[in-house]
C-alpha cells in the first residue's frame, strides 16, 4: 500500500485546512450551519458554557448551590443500568442511566436518542456528567439530558488530562442530527474549532482601529475569539464578549453615520413655499386645536423643506396621535409651492380611508386629490394616471401601485409613506427616484424601541407625537374567555344602545386564508341572526371588491352598521371616533403589534372606550406551531404575556418595548427587509448602552473621515467591503 507522502496541500480558508475536518463534515457543516470557510467555523460562536470546574459527590448534589448561573456541577461516576423504557405521556423510548459514585447513586435521563446513547454506554463505562440537579416525583436526584463525557481507558486510572478538562469552563455548541452523524456534536465542535484555533488563527484580522481599542479598552479580536470559544474565567469570556458585540454596534453605527452623510450631501431641488396661503387656511380651518406635539412637528416639517437638503423624516406617533393632519399641512407647503404629493398607505383599504381622510380634513381647500390602487378599474385608473402624469392631480394617495414603473409624476415634491415598517428600503429609493430626490415623510403608528430607531431608522431624523388630543380617555382592556360570552353580549348591547358602535375582530391565519375566510363568514352568520338578531350588523374582509368595501366602510362610518365584524384588515389606520368598543376574537393568536393597532381602533373620541381580549389558549393544543416554532407551552406562555402586556399599558412604547422583548429585534423587523446586517452577539434589547457609545464613536469617525481614506482606517473599508457587500450595493458609502 502506497504511503501518503505528503497531505494534500488546501487553501487556508478550506475548511479541510482543519485537523479532524475531511469531506463529509465539510459537507455536513455547510448545509446544516452554512459555515463553508475557516473564518465561519471560528465564528460558529458557542451558545453557551458550562463550568465544569467544579466537581461534586453524588451525595452533596442535594445541597449542591450554583457559583454562577453558567456553573454546572459534574459528576464522575460509573454506569450501574440502562434502561430504555416508554414515555407514559409520548409512548417515546427514553433512556436512563443509574450511575454511582463512592457516595452514592443517582439517574441521568434523556427523553430522545436512545439508540445512540444505548451505543454509547456499557455497564462499567466511567464518565462525566454535568447538569442540572432536579428530583424526580419520588425525590430522587437526576439529571434530565446531562452533557457527558466518557473516559478513555481504565475505569480505574481515567485519562483526565485529555478527555476531561476540568478546571475550565467547556463552550457548548449547537448540533443537529446530521452534524452528530458526521461527529460533530458539542464535543466534536469543541475539538476541530481547539485545532482550527491553534493553526488559523492568522485568519483573525483585526477589524477595529487601534485608537478605537485603546479608548473604549477592549481587546484585540484573535484573544477575543479565542476567549469565546475557551475563556478562561468568566471574565475572560465577558471581555471577549463585549469586545464582539462592540465591533457588530460599532459597523451597524458605521453604515448608519454614513447613509446619513451622504443623504446630507445630496442638495434639494424643490424651492418651498412654507408660509403661504394654502397652508394657512388649512391650518386655521381644523375642526380641532393642534396638540403641542403637532405644533411643535410642524414646525418641524417646516425647517426640512427650507433646509438644503432634502427632508428625510420618520414620524412616530402611537394610534391615534394625530399624525395625518401633520402630514397633510407639509402636504399643503408643497402645493403651495407647485409640488405633487404622493401618500403611500400599505393596503388599499387604508389608502382608500385616507383618500377619504384626506379629503375631508382639505374639504374647504381648492386642492385635486386622487386615489390610486391596485384594485381600480382600468379606466379610471387610465383617468387617474393621466391627472398625475399632467400634474393636475395635486395629491396622490395610493398603495404600492404608486410605485409601479409607469406611473409618472408631473413635478413631485413630497412623499408621505404611512406605516413604514410594511415598505422595503428598496421601495423607499424606488420612490425617490420617481422625483427629482423628493423629500420624504415616514409615518409609523409602531412606537420604535430607541435602540431599534437608531438602526433601522438611524439615518432618519426622528420626530415625536407624544401627545394625545386632550379628550381622550385611555381604553380599558380586560382578557376574558368563551365563558364570559353572555356578559359580553350584554355589554355589546348596552353600549350599542347609548349610541356607540363595535368592532369584532376575526383572526385570519395566512395560510389557509379560504377556509377562514369562509369560518368568518359562517360566525358573522351566526353572530347576525342568533346572538344580535335586532342590531345591524356588517362583515368587513379583504376578498371584498372596491365598491363593497367602500359601501360597508361608509354605512360604519355613517352610523348605520352598529356592529362591525371583520378580519384584521381594519388592523391599521381606520379612524370612527364613534366606535367605542373593540372585541378581538382568539386574541391569543395576534402579535402584540398587531393588538395594539387593533386597539387603536377605539378610543378615538371622548367616550370611555373599551377592549375585550378572548383568549382560548387551547387552540394551541390543536394546532401546534410548524417545526420551526417552540413548543406549544412556550407558545401559551408568550401569548399570555402579550395579553397581560395589553391589559397593563396603553402606552405604545411600553407595548413595543415588550414586544421586543418577547419576539426579539430579528423578527420585529425583518432584518432583510429594513436593510440592516444582521446581529450575530449583540442584542438591541439588552446593549443599549454600548450601542450608545458605538453609535457615538462610528459618528464622530464619519465626521473626522466621511470617506474612510485614512490609513488608519483601512481596516474599517476592508471590512465594510468584505462583509456588507449587499448593503454597500444599496448605495450605502457610495
Ligand atoms: P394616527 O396618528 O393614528 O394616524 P389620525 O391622524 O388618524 O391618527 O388622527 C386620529 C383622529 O384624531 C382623527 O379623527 C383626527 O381627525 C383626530 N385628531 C387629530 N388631531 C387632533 C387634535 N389635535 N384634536 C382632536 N382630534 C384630533
Ligand atoms: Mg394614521
Not at 225 to 247: C, I, Q, T, V
Request: charged content about 30%.
Amino acid at each position: 500500500m502506497a504511503k501518503l507522502v505528503s497531505p494534500p496541500a488546501f487553501d487556508v480558508h478550506d475548511l479541510r485546512s482543519v485537523r479532524g475536518i475531511g469531506p463529509a463534515r465539510t459537507a455536513a457543516l455547510q448545509t446544516e450551519k452554512g459555515v463553508a470557510t475557516v473564518e465561519d467555523l471560528l465564528s460558529y460562536f458557542p451558545y453557551g458554557y458550562l463550568d465544569r470546574s467544579h466537581v461534586v459527590r453524588i451525595a452533596d448534589l442535594k445541597s449542591y448551590r450554583p457559583r454562577s448561573h453558567a456553573d454546572t456541577p459534574t459528576v464522575v461516576a460509573q454506569v450501574y443500568r440502562k434502561e430504555a423504557p416508554r414515555s407514559r405521556r409520548s409512548q417515546k423510548v427514553m433512556f436512563i442511566l443509574t450511575v454511582r459514585d463512592d457516595s452514592g447513586f443517582m439517574k441521568c435521563v434523556w427523553f430522545h436518542g436512545y439508540k445512540w446513547l444505548n451505543e454509547a454506554f456499557d455497564v462499567g463505562d466511567v464518565a462525566a456528567f454535568s447538569g442540572e440537579p432536579v428530583r424526580d416525583k419520588r425525590g430522587f436526584i437526576q439529571f434530565v439530558h446531562p452533557v457527558f463525557d466518557r473516559f478513555r481507558g481504565d475505569e480505574d486510572e481515567p485519562d483526565w488530562g485529555s478527555l476531561f478538562n476540568t478546571g475550565k469552563i467547556i463552550p457548548k455548541y449547537s448540533s443537529t442530527d446530521a452534524l452528530e452523524r458526521v461527529g460533530l456534536d458539542s464535543r466534536g465542535f469543541r475539538t476541530v474549532i481547539r485545532n482550527a484555533l491553534r493553526t488559523h488563527a492568522d485568519l483573525i484580522e483585526e477589524t477595529l482601529p487601534a485608537a478605537v481599542l485603546a479608548k473604549f479598552g477592549l481587546r484585540d479580536r484573535r484573544s477575543a475569539f479565542s476567549a469565546m470559544h475557551f475563556p478562561e474565567s468568566e471574565e475572560d469570556g465577558a471581555a471577549a464578549r463585549e469586545r464582539l458585540k462592540f465591533e457588530e454596534l460599532f459597523y451597524l453605527q458605521l453604515m448608519v453615520a454614513l447613509r446619513r452623510r451622504r443623504a446630507a450631501e445630496d442638495r434639494r431641488v424643490q424651492r418651498y413655499v412654507v408660509d403661504g396661503p394654502g397652508v394657512g387656511r388649512f391650518l386655521t380651518d381644523l375642526p380641532f386645536e393642534l396638540t403641542t406635539a403637532q405644533t411643535r412637528v410642524i414646525g418641524e416639517l417646516r425647517g426640512d423643506l427650507r433646509a438644503l437638503h432634502p427632508m428625510n423624516r420618520l414620524l412616530q406617533g402611537d394610534v391615534g396621535s394625530g399624525k395625518t393632519v401633520v402630514a397633510l399641512a407639509a402636504a399643503m407647503m408643497a402645493i403651495d409651492s407647485g409640488y405633487q404629493v404622493a401618500f403611500m398607505a400599505p393596503t388599499e383599504i387604508l389608502a382608500e380611508q385616507h383618500y377619504r381622510t384626506v379629503r375631508s380634513l382639505l374639504g374647504a381647500q381648492d386642492v385635486t386629490v386622487r386615489l390610486l390602487t391596485g384594485g381600480q378599474r382600468k379606466k379610471l385608473r387610465e383617468d387617474v394616471l393621466e391627472d398625475v402624469r399632467s400634474g393636475r392631480a395635486q395629491i396622490v394617495v395610493g398603495t404600492h401601485a404608486v410605485l409601479e414603473e409607469h406611473v409618472a409624476f408631473a413635478n413631485l415634491g413630497l412623499v408621505v409613506i404611512d406605516e413604514q415598517h410594511r415598505f422595503g428600503v428598496l421601495q423607499r429609493a424606488a420612490l425617490r427616484s420617481k422625483g427629482h430626490n423628493p423629500d420624504v415623510l415616514v409615518m409609523t403608528a409602531t412606537p420604535i424601541p430607541r435602540t431599534l430607531a437608531m438602526t433601522v431608522y438611524g439615518d432618519l431624523d426622528a420626530s415625536v407625537l407624544d401627545e394625545m388630543p386632550a379628550n381622550r380617555k385611555p381604553v380599558r382592556t380586560a382578557i376574558r374567555t368563551d365563558a364570559d360570552k353572555e356578559k359580553i353580549a350584554a355589554f355589546l348591547r348596552t353600549e350599542v344602545g347609548r349610541g356607540r358602535q363595535v368592532y369584532i375582530v376575526l383572526p385570519l391565519i395566512e395560510e389557509s386564508e379560504k377556509v377562514d375566510l369562509k369560518a368568518a363568514t359562517v360566525e358573522f352568520e351566526r353572530l347576525r341572526t342568533e346572538v344580535f338578531p335586532d342590531l345591524r350588523l356588517d362583515l368587513l374582509h379583504g376578498r371584498l371588491k372596491g365598491e363593497e368595501k367602500d359601501g360597508v366602510m361608509d354605512r360604519f362610518k355613517a352610523g348605520e352598521t352598529q356592529i362591525l365584524v371583520s378580519t384584521t384588515v381594519i388592523e391599521v389606520g381606520i379612524d370612527v371616533p364613534n366606535a367605542t368598543v373593540m372585541v378581538v376574537e382568539n386574541a391569543e393568536r395576534f402579535g402584540l403589534a398587531q393588538l395594539h393597532q387593533l386597539r387603536g381602533r377605539v378610543g378615538r373620541g371622548a367616550d370611555q372606550s373599551y377592549c375585550i381580549l378572548m383568549a382560548n389558549y387551547g387552540w394551541f393544543d390543536a394546532h401546534p406551531g410548524g417545526k420551526d416554532t417552540v413548543g406549544v407551552a412556550e407558545e401559551k406562555d408568550s401569548a399570555r404575556r402579550r395579553l397581560e402586556t395589553m391589559v397593563r399599558t396603553t402606552d405604545g412604547f411600553v407595548v413595543a418595548e415588550e414586544d421586543l422583548k418577547i419576539r426579539g429585534p430579528g423578527e420585529f423587523y425583518g432584518t432583510q427587509q429594513s436593510g440592516i446586517p444582521e446581529l450575530r452577539i449583540a442584542r438591541l434589547d439588552e446593549d443599549g448602552a454600548l450601542l450608545l457609545r458605538a453609535r457615538a464613536e462610528a459618528f464622530a469617525l464619519v465626521e473626522s473621515d466621511p470617506h474612510l481614506r485614512s490609513s488608519d482606517h483601512r481596516c474599517l473599508r476592508h471590512t465594510f467591503d468584505r462583509r456588507y457587500k449587499e448593503l454597500v450595493g444599496l448605495g450605502l458609502i457610495g
